[in-house]
């Protein structure tokens, strides 16, 4: 670096430059946030400011039940000509009275107002109530009375200009509160609203770190890189899927209804789901044996692979038998357990989630095995086939494999925007996946390895940021639409924005970890699964963890206002009392809100202490 | 016995870490890999289980070809080679047994690892090795907890739990003080004399080799400079090995 600095018009007309851009740019700025402090001076600002601080400074939270004592005194304004209508209260009683002097007075006169034999140390308005109906209840004037400790009290109020010939009255009501205090019905309604949103950031961050853990390792540079396999044992693992997935759908389906058919009742429901994992695990047991020294014959691994089928087979129907059971049970127990009714509610749900999803975990593992034996297939012709055969393996599977993905994109465009021209969403993705197949096979030598890695996690890193962009209150407005308003639209958003950027914070844990540890896993000639097991879990968990604490934090944060825009928790409820003006009750809602974030952030500091 | 012929190695830089290396190990030697630091010996060793894949040659193992070894035979072959780093490469946050048993994964059906389960008869013979390097007692402390000498040990006995055929070890003792070093030696000379496996082992210092090997090879910049019994390494020899500069000490 050089130092030197010399004196120069240049530099100084620069610095001059600089300062005047910067003062633009702050004009500018404070041109469109419309900075205007005449608008905070004005009085009618001030007064609604004020009235909206002492308003959030009571939060509608405790009430007490409340008795009144009311007296009415009749006063004549201006005074009548006969004096003898105005009676002389009675004073000779141990009732609350009041005394007016002087008894009648000219509009616009002072009056003394005085008051006996109310409960000590209460408060209430003393007002003039024009007409001759005592039990009017417009009134006009205020004067604010207090007793002492004996019940008495003095003010002095103006009578106001109301003259009439009949008599009109000076009415005074105290108020004192009796009993315990209660909540609100604005407290009961924030703590329905606080435990929902609880519940939906505790959901949405279960569900985003359950998606996010997998997601984190594809999209790990350090793993991603080593994955290499050649063109055949790609093009064949990226027919399975879909194909496998097709498959495992029908399959899983007709294992559904067969489980509708057979499990009409509770004790088919209780055998099967007691007997059959068994069964499984038994079949499980014997065709994949814990250690294995010599490998084992090709009749004895098609034997393991039916076995493996069939558990798997028998598995899902063990899962629609649970889901049936939990349906049936639920729907008992909200009948019958009254107030805990929820509990019931909850089985049934729970039940329902698992008759939905399960043709859907199905498909997916249908889909990842097929789609891992097809790899392998590929991995071990292209081991053992001579060149020719493999070169003409590729020419055929490429394309084909290519063209497919490339339809499938096709047809999600079709859906989504409904081109209705098969040009562009089939025969022409079509046509170009087989041209780019074709290409590709003719120039990779038959035997070479692909970083197949290497694109799976530039795919999966670009799509997770491109998510990661788009704030969680735009991704609830989107599924408020998909899914209609409330909770669940809520859940769904936070849950995404979770799963996106923890994906990226644990796929960053997943680069830094030792390789040392890695590389001695796999001497021991541990394969992927077991060397992420081993090696590269122990090393994440507790950055995982600490992540996910962060994670909860923000999601509590997050629900709190994504009821804003109708994704339900507490958010809706303080929206809609800000827009009614309804400043107290807006007030208990945020004061819910301050502790539980606070104690959410208490919690997860402990717990973070506790297991880092 | 283990054949290594016309290895090269070219990293993606550009490197040529090992160049058109050939030599034989007979089953049972204990052979010593020596040479300046950067002239290929951890390269050589990680061909040998190829956790480095090699550029060319052939690193044949009673006649099968390691190099030409599809992913599951592999697997087959790696759990029969023991390996030992400098760094011990200890799971580090994982307990002692759990680190020592990882030596059996090669031969566990990976779909119990995913439950973290190992044998009955494992977990015994993890505590055997453990024994037998002499650190039964820490069997339920976290690796990172040990001395630098006691997560070598544990770093063997992980090696140990592979009923190894070949063990490689990378420079296993140039962490420890040289008191340590000794017992490390004398564990891998046990395994090689007791339990016949062949050893292959980079070494730094000259002593341990005339103390320790039956063999040596010496590389410098990725070629073969040197190949005989560590008696042979003459000053003339030494120089050639590790430069016109250096001096020979003790
Ligand atoms: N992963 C790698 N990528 C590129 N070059 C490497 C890599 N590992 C080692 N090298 C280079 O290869 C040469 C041999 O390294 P290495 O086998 O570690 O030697 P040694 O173990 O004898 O010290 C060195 O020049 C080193 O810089
Ligand atoms: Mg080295």
């Known amino acids: 670096m050089n130092n030197n600095k010399k004196p120069s018009l240049w530099n100084s007309i620069k610095v001059g430059l600089l300062t005047f851009l910067t003062l633009m740019i702050f004009a500018y700025g404070f041109q469109v946030t419309k900075v205007n402090l005449e608008e905070l001076r004005s009085e009618r600002r001030q007064e ?4 909206i601080m002492r308003a959030l400074a009571r939060p509608e939270i405790f009430e007490y039940e409340q008795v009144e004592e009311v007296v009415n005194y009749p006063f004549y304004t201006p005074c009548p000509p006969d004096q003898s209508v105005l009676l002389a209260p009675d004073i000779n009683t141990l009732e609350p009275y009041i005394i ?12 003394q107002v005085e008051g006996f034999n109310f409960a000590p140390n209460t408060t209430g308005p003393v007002r003039f109530v024009p007409g001759n109906d005592p039990s009017n209840v417009v009134t006009l004037g205020r004067e604010n009375a207090k007793t002492d400790i004996n019940g008495d009290f003095t003010v002095s109020m103006e009578i106001p200009k109301r003259p009439s010939d009949d008599v009109q009255y000076i009415r005074v009501i105290l108020r004192r509160n009796v009993g315990a205090p209660h909540f609100t019905q604005t407290a009961h309604d924030t703590w329905d609203k606080i435990i929902e949103t609880v519940f939906l950031a505790l959901l949405a961050t279960v569900l985003g770190t359950i998606l996010a853990i997998p997601l984190s390792f594809i999209a790990a540079r350090n793993l991603m890189k080593t994955v290499k396999s050649p063109l055949t044992s790609i093009a064949l693992s990226t027919l399975g899927w879909p194909l496998g997935m097709l498959i495992g759908f029908i399959a899983i389906r007709w294992v559904g209804n067969f489980s509708a058919a057979i499990g009409s009742n509770i004790l088919v429901n209780l055998a099967s789901i007691l007997i059959l994992p068994l069964l499984i695990q038994f079949g499980l047991r014997w065709a994949m044996p814990q250690v294995e020294t010599t490998t084992p014959s090709q ?3 098609f034997a393991r692979i039916g076995i493996i089928l069939l558990s798997a087979l028998l598995g899902f129907y063990v899962f629609f038998q649970l889901a049936s059971l939990a349906m049936r049970l639920g729907n008992t127990l909200q009948a019958s357990l009254g107030s805990f009714g929820f509990l019931g509610f909850f089985l049934f749900q729970m039940g329902d989630i698992i008759a939905i999803l399960t043709p859907s975990i199905g498909a997916l593992a249908a889909g990842g095995t097929l789609s891992s034996i097809l790899g392998r297939l590929g991995q071990q012709s292209s081991e053992r086939l001579p060149i020719p055969a493999i070169k003409t393996l590729n020419l055929i599977l490429t394309p084909a494999a290519i063209a497919m993905v490339f339809v499938l994109i096709g047809q999600v465009l079709e859906w989504l925007y409904e081109f209705d021209t098969p040009l562009y969403t089939l025969w022409g993705p079509m046509a170009i996946g087989a041209g780019l197949g074709l290409l590709l096979a003719v120039m990779t030598k038959p035997k070479e390895s692909l970083p197949i890695g290497l694109l799976i996690y530039s795919v999966t890193r670009t799509i997770l940021n491109a998510l990661r962009s788009v704030e969680a209150l735009v991704m609830a407005i989107v599924f408020v639409i998909a899914v209609g308003i409330g909770p669940f639209a809520g859940t769904l958003a936070l849950g995404l924005h979770t799963i996106v950027s923890l994906a990226k914070l644990y796929s960053e844990q997943v680069e830094s970890i030792l390789a040392g540890p890695l590389e001695a896993i796999q001497a021991t000639g541990a394969n992927r699964l077991q060397t992420i097991i081993y090696a590269v879990v122990p090393q994440i968990v507790p950055p995982y963890i600490s992540y996910t604490m962060y994670r909860w934090d923000i999601n509590v944060r997050m629900s709190t206002i994504i009821g804003f825009v109708g994704g339900g928790g507490i958010g809706f ?3 809609q009392n800000i827009n009614l003006l309804n400043y107290r009750a807006a007030s208990a809602q945020m004061l819910a809100i301050a502790i539980v974030v606070s104690l959410m952030d208490y919690i997860s500091s402990v717990l973070r202490e506790k297991v880092v | 016995m283990l054949q290594i012929k016309n290895l090269t190695k070219i990293y993606d830089g550009g490197v040529k870490a090992l160049d058109n290396v050939s030599f034989d190990v007979p089953d049972g030697q204990f052979l010593a890999v020596i040479g300046l630091s950067g002239s290929g010996k951890s390269t050589l060793l990680r061909c040998i289980n ?19 070894a599809s992913q599951e035979e592999m697997r087959r072959i790696r759990r029969k080679i023991g390996m030992v780093f400098q760094h011990f490469n200890l799971v580090h946050r994982s307990k002692v047994i759990t680190n020592v048993l990882a030596g059996r994964l090669g031969y566990i059906n990976p779909a119990w690892s995913l439950i973290n389960r190992f044998p009955k008869e494992d977990i015994e013979k993890a505590i055997k090795q453990l024994e037998r390097v002499g650190i ?3 069997a339920n402390q976290r690796a990172d907890e040990l001395s630098g000498g006691q997560q070598q040990r544990v770093g063997i006995a992980r090696a140990l739990m592979q009923d190894p055929q070949i063990m490689l070890a ?7 003080d040289p008191v340590l ?3 490390i030696m004398s564990h891998l000379e046990d395994i090689n004399k007791n339990d016949g496996v062949t050893v292959l082992c980079s070494l730094h210092f000259l002593d341990l080799v005339h103390r320790y090997a039956d063999k040596v090879v010496a590389l410098n910049e990725g070629k073969l400079v040197f190949e005989g019994l560590p008696k042979d390494i003459d000053d003339e020899k030494f120089k050639e090995i590790y430069g016109r500069d250096a001096e020979r000490v003790g």
């Open chain 1, 48 to 51: 609604s400011f004020v009235r």
């Open chain 1, 299 to 301: 009749s004895m691994k």
């Open chain 1, 100 to 111: 007016v002097t002087p008894a009648c007075a000219e509009p616009g006169a002072i009056v």
């Open chain 2, 181 to 183: 070093a000794h017992s």
């Open chain 2, 136 to 138: 039964a007692e820490k």
């Open chain 1, 573 to 575: 409820l303080l929206q």
């Open chain 2, 50 to 68: 190829r956790l480095i894949e090699p550029t060319e040659g052939q690193i044949l193992w009673n006649g099968e070809d390691i190099t030409a």
């Open chain 2, 170 to 176: 990378d420079e296993p003792v140039a962490s420890l």
